[in-house]
């Protein structure tokens, strides 16, 4: 069966600009600290505001999509409680969210989560809704983000924002101490670090006129480096689509 398409990697930096063609940079979120709150708020109003036509955009490589969603599954069991981080309009979380026992979908743009919200409604109406799913604007350094009953979570999944996040070290250590013992992480995540000298010039000039967010240049050994040294031990590394999507399932040791 073929999955529904979803937007849930944010709008690509090529689509505002034109000229920045066939990479995704998908702004999904940055940990707000009290020196970022204002920026983290103008970055938030940002993405609300291109949320319809975001959503309303195709995907871009629905093979590499539906590569990522049949690894995640893969991990996600019925009794799993999952947090997904910058859901962005939610359709990948209607997607997983029915193999799990909760879901959370969070994203910092409220326009986002008006949109997933609809889409909650519209499947709740035709009966077709995940049990569990829950959205919330929300970031991993939010109260939401807490487990009830505190125990916390079986699963933390990120698509396609880590390389937009200013300070990943933190957002690693807040979502470790979230997951339960032997907890996954499973992201995705651009790597650019050998185009760096392409696009850097490129997006700090965009991101002066607020049209393109901070953007981290990874290569495939730094990330899977800091992701390490967070205290995870990887499982499972992919490339899809290629040659810069880096999908990576860890476990919290």
Not at 52 to 81: C, G, N
Not at 221 to 238: N, Y
Request: aromatic share 8%; with cysteine; charged share 25%.
């Amino acid at each position: 069966m073929c999955l529904r398409p979803s937007r849930e990697n944010r709008p690509d930096l090529a689509r505002l600009t034109v000229a920045i063609a066939n990479i995704e940079l998908d702004l999904k979120m940055s940990p707000m600290t009290p020196d970022r709150a204002d920026e983290r708020s103008s970055s938030a109003r940002f993405w609300s505001k291109l949320a319809r036509k975001y959503s309303a955009s195709p995907i871009k490589d629905q093979t590499a999509y539906e590569t990522t969603l049949a690894r995640t599954s893969a991990y996600l069991r019925p009794d799993h409680s999952v947090l997904e981080l910058g859901c962005g309009t939610g359709s990948t979380a209607m997607i997983l969210a029915g193999n799990t026992h909760s879901y959370l979908a969070t994203d910092f743009a409220a326009g986002m989560i008006d949109i997933a919200e609809e889409k909650l409604a519209v499947a709740e109406a035709e009966g077709a809704a995940p049990d569990g799913l829950r959205f919330a604007v929300a970031d991993i350094f939010s109260a939401q983000t807490d487990t009830p009953d505190g125990g916390g979570y079986d699963a933390i999944l990120g698509f396609n924002f880590l390389h937009l996040v200013e300070t990943p070290e933190a957002l690693l250590a807040r979502a470790h101490g979230l997951l339960k013992p032997g907890g996954l992480l499973i992201t995705k995540t651009v790597c650019l670090k050998d185009r760096a000298w392409l696009f850097g010039p490129l997006i700090k000039a965009l991101k002066l006129v607020g049209k393109a967010p901070f953007v981290k240049f990874y290569s495939f050994q730094t990330l899977e480096r800091l992701i390490s040294d967070a205290g995870f031990e990887i499982l499972e590394t992919g490339t899809f689509p290629e040659p810069r999507s880096r999908f990576i399932v860890a476990r919290m040791r």
